[in-house]
Structures are given as structure tokens and as C-alpha cells.
């Protein structure tokens, strides 16, 4: 039976880690909430999937990565990328289809990735992510860097083939991966308490032979210390570990979801469960940090989100020069 | 310094080579040694026709056994090669492609284009192709076609034990992804290879037989069905032009076309069924290019819109021979408007 653990504050982050934590969740929310507001305008081609309210997950499993670490995510990416330090305003650029963005325009919201930060990309294909990882943390234990592989993905994706073979292979080979489910309720339209078939996803760990927990996903510092704790095990050579993160997301599937399958979830969650709210109370209360420090942060990050989007809506788009360009190495 | 040996052994070699070479090539498949937590041998198998044999004790930690969940470890093989391994994976069968396609023609196809330029990823795709093992419909097919479709792949289709070894070795140091189809009726086939180490350039076709009056273009074991109908065919004063392209993706079009310029008659073999095959793309290809030489219509000769027979009679007339290859010559040799 996995087990659910506390959530708590004083997690052993200093004062500066904890400001770095407050503005990276800052900066998914303006960055997704800015998004939200700009595909209303029409101009963003495609499709996008925002990850606001979902923040905590990405960050506290985020900071504990580094150089020798690699992530793979789903379509809903941009907190992936924005948390494992991927440009924002290029990450802006990209989703507005321009050259200067991390994909020069060609791969959009769903593909935006940054291999030299081992971000191995926002993923179109829901379970794409899991046996990549398998791969990347193989890559490093036979390399020997003591990196870990983490692979984030949602609910529905947690019934995909592919991601329970990836499960499996991770334990039979004892790879120094972490598996994150992002639970947020709903695949699409449908929820995951119908389409999930055990009561947790969590609970298929124990059937893949490796530990798993359920953690609030609204709590920063209980997501840090379960990943911490996974990610310790890992670079150990403890194996694998499943984390199921529970929360809500604020938007729709995509943008332009009428959402019409949800109950008032959001607007509770807005008002009290929200993770940046936690974490200014958390932080302020237990005298970390001041409020004029975090209100400082908001308005940083609401310049660079403006200059983002000012920025990419200024860049060039790709040209017939660049349309087939970059398939191969060689050829 | 060349010597006398199969096709299995020659891919082996190819392996082995590289693997002194460069310490980030592994291997991982299914039984790619085998035995892996059982009581009796590693290395019980190296690989179910034995490809990879010897390679398990010879380089120890990096031939991999994997579980029977081909998505799992081709996307693993995948994951690694970003991470700068040069992973060689075997996909058992060709006809498994279904359950772990996405990882290759989503992933590690696509990455390269869709990061912008940014993403390299060399694995290599070994894989079994062909019928004549009485193998039936879902061990025996020719999928290569819809591989070479894919744009950010390469597929590479060796005729003989020296096209295996220096394709091989120079899809493992290639620096994109390579599917690397190998015909499991061939494995036996022995032939001249160099003990040495040496690559094959991809796209560039090997003029199997020099001839003035038909083109023939043929497909992995399809081009030794091409050989013995030219040689049939030498009797009667047609001399064919045999072409093995080596590489459908890349492919040498221009070794084909100026060939074609020369002969006006093209014959493609190809194992595959006919709908959408390296057939009916090669043949396209010239009509468009070359119309104004050509003097005949084209023929294909190819496996029947049909999966594979389990029967031996009918596995028989399924697969392309060297008759039927001789007949669709002699049917652009003999065509009057």
C-alpha cells in the first residue's frame, strides 16, 4: 500500500532557496497565465496546454536536479522546461512560432525541449516520456555520473502502455529513475478516478516492484521532500521510485476547452489550496521570508513575462530556408 | 586481408569492432545474450538466430538483456543515444514495430527537427526481415517501406555478408537514427569480408552488375533473385544492369536514373507487398525524372497484396524468384506501343 505523507514547512531549504522556489513557481504561473490571455487574442498558432496551479510539482522535484540530470515531459511542458531552467523568452518565442525560439519555431508548445539542460522536451505523445528516461538513466549509471532520470506524467498517461512497461524495465534493470504522476484529475475530458483503474496510481508501484507515494500536490515542501527523498535513492543505486502528485489544474485540456465536464474544483482550489499561496503563508509565517521579498519577485517576474511576450511577438518567423532544414545530421 | 564468411558472423564482427572501438556502444535486445536470471549459461543464446553471440563475456556490462516490452527498451535505446551512449538495440522481429513504433518514428525520428537543430540521436535499429522461414504472417513480413517513410530515419537493407558488416559499422557511427534490416534467411549466406574494420557510405547504390539493356533495381535479398535472372538472361543476349541501392533512406536516385538513361527499361524487385513499397517509389521516381528515356513501362516485381503464408507451397509462390524477376525483364524487353 503506498503511503501519504505530511506535508510540512522548514524543509532544511535556506532563505535563498526558498526565494529561488517562490519565483520559479511565479514565474510558470505568470508565464501560463500570460499564455492563457495572449491565445485568447488569436495570434498563438496551434495548440497549448497550460500547467498553471501545478506548479509545486515541477519545482520541488526540479531543485534537486542538476548538470548530470535529465527530465522528459508531457504536452502540458511548460513548467517542466521553465523549471529545469529552459530560457523563458526563448520558451515565449517558441510558442508564438518564432526563429528565435528554443526550437527555432519548428517544434511549438509541445515540443519545446533544451537538450543541454537535459530537458528532453515537452512531449506530443501522451507515455512518450517514460521509456525515454529509462534511457537517459541508464545512460548515467553506465556513465557513472551518479544522474537521475526523472520522468514526469499525467493520469492518463499512467495507463499507457508504455509507461507501465517503462515502470517495469526501470525496477528489472535498478535504473536511478523517478517516475512522477502528475494526477491532476482529468485525461482530457475524462477523469481519472473512472479511467484509473486501482484506487491511487500509486498503488501500481508496489506491482512493479519499487516504493511509491502520494503526495499533496498544492505543497511545494511535501512534493520537495518526497522527490529528494526518490532522487537520494536513486543516485544511491536504490532504484526507481513512483511519486503521485494530486492536484488540480486551473485550466482546460487546452486552451479553447469549454470544460464543461468539471464541477468548482478551480475556484476552491484558487482560494485556498493554491501552491504559491501556501508557500507565502508557509514562509512568511515560520519568519523565512518577508513579504515585501516575494512581492518583489512578483514584479520582476511580471517585467520579464512582458518583455517575453513583447519579444517573441517582435521576432522574425522561420523562412522556406529553414522548412527543410535539420532532419537529419547528415544525409 | 578478405576471407570466406556469413552474414551472421559478419554482423557479428561488425558489433565486436566497434565495440573494442568506441566504449559507448552497447547492445540490448531480447536474448540478446539470454539467460539472464535463469539457473544454467549466460549468453545461452546471444540473440535467437545467434547474431550476437560472444559478445556478452567479451564486453562485460554492455550487452543487455531487456524484458519482453519493446517500447520500453527501443525508447530506452533511444533516451541513452540523447545522453551520448551509441546504443545498437535489436528489434527481434520486423513485424514488432507495432508495439513500440511511436517511440521510433515520434521520438527518435522527430527530434532532431522538432528541437530545432539541437537533438542528436545515433542508435542503430537491428531488425530480422523476410519470409522463407515458413515463419508465417506475423514473423515474416518486409516492413522496411514503412520506415523509409518516415522523414529523420535511416534504412539500411544489406544484400551480403560485406554489405552487412561495413553498413553496420557505419550506421553505428552515423549520428542519426538507422533501422538496419537484415534478412533472416541470409544469415547463413557466406561471402568475401575484410577482417578489417570499414563503412559503407549510406546513399551510395552498389552496381551489383554492369549491363546496357535493363535496369534492375533490387532490394536487399532481392538483388541475389535479380543476379541469377541476369545471368539467365546473358544467354539470351539481354545484359541487365543490377542495382542494389543498399540504403532505401537515403537512396541513390542518381546512380538509378543515369542507369535508366542508358537502358530505358526499369525492373524493381522488391520483397514487400505492393502497395507503398520501395517499388512503387523507386518507379515514381523515374517515371517523373526520367519519362523521355524510358522505352517500356516499368515493372515491379513484388510480393502479392496478401500477408505471409504459413504453408510452404504458398510461401513459395509468395516470395519474388528469379523467374519471375527474368519474366518482367523480358516483358520491358519485348513491349511494343
Redesign the interface.
Known sequence: MSQTLPSYAGSGLDDKSLLEAYRIMRTIREFEERVHREFATGEIPGFVHLYAGEEASAVGVCMHLDGRDAIASTHRGHGHCIAKGVDVKAMMAEIYGRQTGSCHGKGGSMHIADLSKGMLGANGIVGGGPPLICGTALAAKLQGTGGVGVAFFGDGASNQGTTLEALNLATVWNLPAVFVAENNGYAEATSSTWSVASDNIADRAAGFGMPGVIIDGFDFFAVYEAAGEAIQRAREGGGPTLIEVKFTRYFGHFEGDQQTYRGDEVARARETLDCLLQFRRRAVDAGHLGTGQLDDIDAEVGTLIDAAVAEARAAPKPTDADLTTDVYVSY | MARTISYREAINEALAQEMERDQRV?VMGEDNAGGEGSPGEMDAWGGVLGVTKGLYDRFP??V?D??I?E???????????????R?VAELMFIDFMGVCF??IF??AA???????????TPVVIRTMYGAGLRAAAQHSQALYPLFTHI??L?VVVPSSPYEAKGLLIQAIR???PVIFCEHKLMYDVTGEVPEESYTIPF?EANIAREGGDVTVVAIGRMVSMAMAAADELAGSGVQCEVIDPRTTS?LDTDTILESVESTGRLVVVDEATPRCNLATDISALVAQEAFGSLRAPIQMVTAPHAPVPFSDALEDLYIPDAQRVANAVKATVDWER
Open positions: 552497447i556490462g554492455r543487455l531487456t524484458p516490452s517500447s520500453a527498451f527501443i525508447g530506452a535505446a533511444i533516451g541513452a543515444a540523447t545522453r551520448g551512449m546504443p511511436d517511440q515520434n521520438q522527430k527530434f532532431r527537427y522538432m528541437f530545432g537543430g539541437k537533438a542528436v522523414p529523420g535511416k552515423d549520428d542519426d546513399g537515403p
